[in-house]
């Protein structure tokens, strides 16, 4: 087209309307953001990010544990020597003591006194009772030098050679239990964030479909001047990979938050009786330096999905509007 | 530049609205469509702006088949193709200029670029005050204005106008008139879906008129 001053006005307003300097610029963007449902969206996704982040750190929280029972019991074998009329149990903890000293892989044997099996038994039996009347097996913890293949069945027949009334605990059928726990552990983890990745995706579809039909008008005028699907779309998903990610963030961050204070408090009861028991059973409750990257991926891969989904969305919603 | 052999076109299972069309646009053409309402003109229309597909026949435009052509192809095609429709269709969150800018921005051309060309045809359609202006702030007859002078602002090969004049008095409809002559001049053709008896009285040329989805030309 050419100027203005080239062709003169073609229509003539007159003189009550004159031709004003022009300060037009484009500010607007294609689609306005306010016409996306994006708090909600973003609540949507921070809550999804949050429950995924919890289970992923509960996950790595309890695996982190386990293992940590694991190798520590997979370290220790328990020999117990059961008293019998006729038998000396004194000389038979002694001979045991001493074959399993002589065991290659052994580094550590240690017999617990009478007073010390007397002590591990008060908490069902309660103190004051004479232990002299009752037949209490004996304990012997022997600690294996981790990493060596040791032969148990070797000790076991050597054990029994000397003290037929032993039998000898290398807590096999408690690691295999504690190892199917983790693995339940595990799958449920799994089966919580997978339920959580698909209702983040129905979620972002429907807030598509909806920001899709409230915006119709533009994507229509937008066709009409020759933008293709995909110029269309990707209009449409800067914003919509936007909300994922301040979701991400807010739910992700919200997560990390709530680990960092967990373990704030755990520091403060320990020591205390229930800190103590928390402690056992799942450590200092605090969450490695990976397992924060962990969650900060998971918050990047949600914001991921929540473009996934509504690009998906997107082309499917395009294809029906000309 | 536009062929149509033979083109029918039903809704569903309905009737056919437009039958057996046989006709032809030449490149720089003038044209009006007319007709009574329901005559087919707004569906003779979407089918030359590829919004509609033929259920029967073929249609030539601009050297393609469109029959033959995916959806981005299709994008492609309607950036050479202007269309005023009766509604005007302006972005009510845009203002008055950058709906003009609209077909250069999906083009992906830089602002600096076309800004002064933008600005000129708005001045020349007699917006130039109402550049800032939203499209709820603007009269009928300024919507009217903007919608043609985003059809037009990337000079398309052809030129389609749905009832332009409808919604202007006919003061105004004239001037509407002469920028689609002068855009015809400068090598668009044009075709104006009105059924304004006198506006098409006060240029000469070739008609298509509507009948009972048949298809009648007065050259």
């Known amino acids: ?322 | 530049m536009v062929r149509f052999e033979n083109v029918g076109l039903r809704y569903g299972l309905g009737p056919e609205i437009l039958r057996d069309l046989s006709f032809q646009i030449p490149a720089h053409s003038f044209q009006f469509l007319t007709g009574p309402s329901g005559a087919g003109k707004t569906s003779l229309l979407k089918l030359l702006f590829l919004s509609l597909r033929p259920t029967r026949g073929l249609v030539n435009l601009l050297g393609y088949d469109i029959s033959l052509l995916g959806k981005e192809e299709i994008a492609d095609l309607r950036k050479r193709i202007g269309i005023v429709l009766q509604d005007f269709r302006l972005l009510d969150h845009m203002t008055t200029y950058e709906n003009v800018a609209l077909p250069f921005r999906v083009m992906g051309r830089d602002e600096s670029s076309y800004r002064k060309e933008v600005i000129d045809l708005l001045k020349w359609v007699g917006l130039g005050e109402r550049m800032d202006a939203l499209p709820p702030i603007l009269s009928g007859g300024e919507k009217q204005r903007a919608a043609i002078a985003r059809a037009v602002i990337s000079r398309p090969q052809l030129l389609l106008a749905d009832e332009p004049t409808g919604n202007v008095d006919p003061t105004l409809g004239r001037r509407l008139l002469r920028l689609f002559i002068e855009l015809n001049r400068s090598g668009t053709a044009v075709i104006i879906a009105t059924h304004d008896i006198t506006l098409m009285d006060q240029y000469e040329a070739r008609r298509l008129v509507l009948h009972q989805g048949r298809l009648h030309i007065y050259e």
Do not use: C
Request: hydrophobic share 50%; glycine share 10%.
């Open chain 1, 1 to 322: 087209m050419s100027s203005v001053d080239d062709r003169g006005l073609l229509v003539d307003l007159g003189e009550d309307r004159p031709q004003l300097p022009a300060q037009a610029r484009i500010v607007s963007p294609i689609v306005p953001r306010a016409s996306i449902a994006g708090r909600a969206l973003v609540a949507v996704v921070a809550i999804m990010t949050f429950l995924a982040s919890i289970t992923t750190g509960g996950v790595l929280l309890v695996s982190e544990a386990a293992a940590e029972w694991q190798s520590e019991v997979a370290s220790e074998i328990t020999v117990q020597v059961r008293p019998k009329t006729g038998r000396d149990l004194e000389r038979d903890i002694a001979q045991v003591t001493e074959a399993m000293r002589a065991q290659s892989g052994i580094v550590e044997v240690r017999p617990f006194t009478k007073d010390e099996s007397s002590k591990l038994l008060e908490p069902w039996l309660g103190s004051g009772l004479s232990f002299e009347e009752l037949p209490v097996p004996r304990v012997i913890i022997a600690r294996v030098q981790p990493g060596t293949s040791f032969d148990l069945n070797a000790l076991r027949n050597r054990v029994i050679q000397v003290a037929p009334t032993a039998s000898v605990d290398d807590h096999r059928a408690w690691i295999e239990r504690m190892r199917s726990m983790t693995g339940a552990t595990l799958f449920a983890g799994f089966g919580i964030l997978v339920l959580v990745i698909a209702a983040t995706i129905i979620s972002v579809s429907f807030a598509t479909r909806g920001a899709m039909a409230a915006n119709r008008p533009i994507v229509e005028v937008l066709h009409f001047v020759g933008a293709g699907d995909r110029y269309i779309a990707n209009h449409f998903l800067r914003h919509f990979l936007q909300l994922g990610l301040e979701g991400g963030v807010i739910g992700g961050g919200m997560a990390m938050l709530g680990f960092g204070f967990s373990e704030s408090i755990a520091n403060w009861f320990s020591g205390t009786p229930v800190g103590d028991q928390f402690a056992a059973l799942l450590g200092t409750f605090s969450l490695r330096p990976l397992g924060y990257i962990a969650i900060a991926l998971q918050a990047v891969v949600i914001a991921a999905v929540t473009g996934w989904a509504a690009r998906r969305t997107l082309f499917a919603t395009l294809a029906s509007i000309d």
